[in-house]
C-alpha cells in the first residue's frame, strides 16, 4: 500500500460516526383521513406507530381545523439506530370548507424552518436540533380521474418548502390499467400547474447499477401504495403482508402488485441522506435568504 494516504477511508469513517450517533429523519404524511396515512407509516418502518383504530378513542368532538400532530420512535434494524419522527396532519381536507387545509401544514414546515435559523444565529451552535420535515408524503384518493382542486392546491402551495412525494393510496382498490392512467393523468396535471415534485436525483459518478435502480424508482412516481398490518400464510412457509380479497391477495411487498417497495426504498434505503441535504441546501436555504431578504439583512 505505498503511497496510501488514507483518505479513501473517509466515507467508511463518516458512515461508523453516524452509525454511532444514529440517524434521524422527519417525514411528514398529508391526505383526507381514511386514505391509509396511518396503516403505510406502520407498513413502511414495521412498527405499530399508529394503534390500530379499534383501540383509539372515538372523540364525538371533531376538530374545526387542521392539525398538526408529530410522535418520535427510536427504531433499530442489525445494530443501525433510526430516530424516527412523523408528523401527521389530521382534518386535512375533511371539513366543508378546505380552502385553507394547506396553511397550518405550510405555517408548520416554516416554524420549523425558523427554529432551525434561530438556532443557527445563536452564539453555540454545537447541537442543531433538526425538526425540520425532510420529505412529505402527499396522499392522492384513488378515485382514477385526476387531482382534486385541493390537491393541486396544497402542492402549489408547499412545493417550494417541501420535498413533495405524491403517492395513490389504496392503489388495491384499482385495478392496473386503471393506475397506469391515472398516474399519467397526476403527472400531466403536476406539469401543468408546474408543480416541482421531488425529483430523486442520479450522480454521474454512480455506478450502472445504482443508476438503472434510481431510474426504475423514479419511472414509478407517483408510487401506487397499498398497507397493511395483516399477515397472510400463501402456502409452501410463506407468509405475506397484505390485503385480502375473494380473488386473491394483494401482497404489500410484492412489485408486480404495487410500488410500496419502491416507496420504501427510495425513503429509507436510497434518498433519506439526499432528502435531508436537499431540504437542508435548497429548501431551507431558499427560505432563509428569503426571509433575510424580507427583513432587509
Ligand atoms: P388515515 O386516516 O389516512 O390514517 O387512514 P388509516 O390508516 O387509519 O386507514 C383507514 C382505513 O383504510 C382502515 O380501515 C385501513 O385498514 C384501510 N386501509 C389502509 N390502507 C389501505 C390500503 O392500502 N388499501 C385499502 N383497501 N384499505 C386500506
Ligand atoms: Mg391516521
Known amino acids: 500500500l505505498q503511497g496510501y494516504v488514507g483518505f479513501a477511508n473517509l466515507p467508511n469513517q463518516v458512515h461508523r460516526k453516524s452509525v454511532k450517533k444514529g440517524f434521524q429523519f422527519t417525514c411528514m404524511v398529508v391526505g383526507e383521513s381514511g386514505l391509509g396515512k396511518s396503516t403505510l407509516v406502520n407498513t413502511l418502518f414495521n412498527t405499530q406507530l399508529y394503534p390500530p383504530r379499534e383501540n383509539v378513542a372515538l372523540t364525538h368532538e371533531s376538530p374545526q381545523t387542521v392539525e398538526v400532530k408529530s410522535i418520535t420512535s427510536d427504531i433499530e434494524e442489525n445494530g443501525v439506530k433510526l430516530r424516527l419522527t412523523v408528523v401527521d396532519t389530521p382534518g386535512f381536507g375533511d371539513f366543508v370548507n378546505n380552502e385553507e387545509s394547506w396553511k397550518p401544514i405550510l405555517d408548520d414546515i416554516e416554524s420549523r424552518f425558523d427554529a432551525f435559523l434561530e438556532q443557527e444565529n445563536r452564539v453555540n451552535r454545537r447541537k442543531l436540533a433538526d425538526n425540520r420535515i425532510h420529505a412529505c408524503i402527499y396522499f392522492i384518493s384513488p378515485t382514477g380521474h385526476a387531482l382534486k382542486p385541493l390537491d393541486i392546491e396544497f402542492m402549489r402551495r408547499l412545493h417550494t418548502r ?60 407517483p408510487f401506487a401504495v397499498v398497507g397493511s398490518d395483516k399477515e397472510f400464510d400463501v402456502g409452501g412457509g410463506r407468509c405475506v403482508r397484505g390485503r385480502k380479497y375473494p380473488w386473491g391477495i394483494i401482497e404489500v411487498d410484492n412489485e408486480e402488485h404495487c410500488d410500496f417497495v419502491k416507496l420504501r426504498q427510495m425513503l429509507i434505503r436510497t434518498h433519506m441522506e439526499e432528502l435531508k441535504e436537499h431540504t437542508n441546501n435548497v429548501l431551507y436555504e431558499n427560505y432563509r435568504t428569503e426571509k433575510l431578504a424580507a427583513m432587509g439583512i
Open 162 to 221: 417541501v420535498n413533495l412525494i405524491p403517492v395513490i393510496a389504496k392503489a388495491d382498490t384499482l385495478t392496473e390499467e386503471e393506475v397506469a392512467a391515472f398516474k399519467q393523468r397526476i403527472l400531466a396535471d403536476i406539469n401543468y400547474h408546474k408543480i416541482q415534485i421531488y425529483q430523486a436525483p442520479t450522480y454521474e459518478y454512480d455506478d450502472q447499477e445504482t443508476v438503472a435502480e434510481n431510474h426504475e424508482i423514479v419511472s414509478k412516481i
